[in-house]
């Protein structure tokens, strides 16, 4: 049964430090999303990539966040320094090369920041 | 006018009950369509795509209006499995990207 990975499902870290979030996507899949949810913002789209590269981060914080593909089965996304405000549930998902099609979400990583 | 507009809800059904939510969409370009469905605490799951026919699958069914620019789901016969939030996903006209409206919370009782 295909589906998409993220590790760590959970993390509690104190402020001001580094938090990584892994993602595997669908073998297959070449075109990677990040989103994060809030209570507040729902599903905000953060970065995505398509055949490993970025095509777009503008919804992400570039002083502190960063997000990267090192190989077509993993993607990554990094906070330093984290800070209480990040605290949400981010999301990865997968989607085929067609253009307009769905996308296919991993169980999420719950972010909270002390 | 934001992207993709929901009303929250909750709506309140009992089972056996046709519900239906709507969802409107800010730009005319815009190419393709989905419902997607998430459970409390779980990540969103796609429920449907939404074809410009219309579709159906088992007890939903999905429309697009593309002049009033909205689109549309109906839930026949509710069960208390269908009680989730109903995301309306819209991709954008040249973009592989999806936008999310806020959901529609949705919940059946016996």
């Known amino acids: 049964d295909a589906r998409v990975t993220q590790t760590p499902r959970h993390k509690v870290t104190e402020m001001g430090q580094e938090v990584t979030m892994r993602c595997q996507p669908i073998?297959?899949?070449?075109?990677v999303f990040w989103y994060r949810q809030t209570m507040m913002q729902g599903l905000e789209l953060l970065a995505y990539?398509?055949?490993?590269?970025?095509?777009?981060d503008s919804g992400m914080p570039k002083d502190r966040f960063s997000a990267e593909m090192p190989d077509a089965t993993l993607a990554t996304l990094k906070i330093q320094p984290s800070e209480p405000r990040d605290s949400a549930v981010y999301f990865c998902?997968?989607?085929?090369?067609?253009?307009?099609?769905?996308?296919?979400f991993g169980q999420g990583t719950r972010l909270t920041v002390v | 006018r934001k992207e993709v507009e929901q009303d929250p809800g909750p709506f309140n059904v009992p089972e056996g009950a046709t519900v239906a939510f709507n969802c409107t969409y800010s730009?005319?370009?815009?190419?393709?369509f989905f419902w997607y469905r998430q459970d409390c605490r779980k990540e969103p799951k796609l429920l449907m795509s939404?074809?410009?026919s219309g579709n159906e699958d088992g007890r939903f069914t999905a429309q697009l209006n593309r002049a009033s620019q909205y689109i549309s789901l109906l839930i026949r016969d509710s069960k208390l499995s269908d009680s989730a939030t109903y995301l309306c996903?819209?991709?954008?006209?040249?973009?592989?990207?999806?936008?999310f409206g806020k959901g529609t919370m949705l919940l059946v009782s016996p």
């Open positions: 073998l297959g899949h070449n075109t």
């Open positions: 998902a997968s989607g085929s090369s067609q253009m307009t099609g769905p996308a296919f």
């Open positions: 730009n005319s370009a815009s190419q393709s």
């Open positions: 939404v074809y410009s």
């Open positions: 996903v819209v991709t954008p006209s040249g973009y592989s990207t999806l936008t």
């Open positions: 990539f398509r055949n490993r590269a970025p095509l777009d």
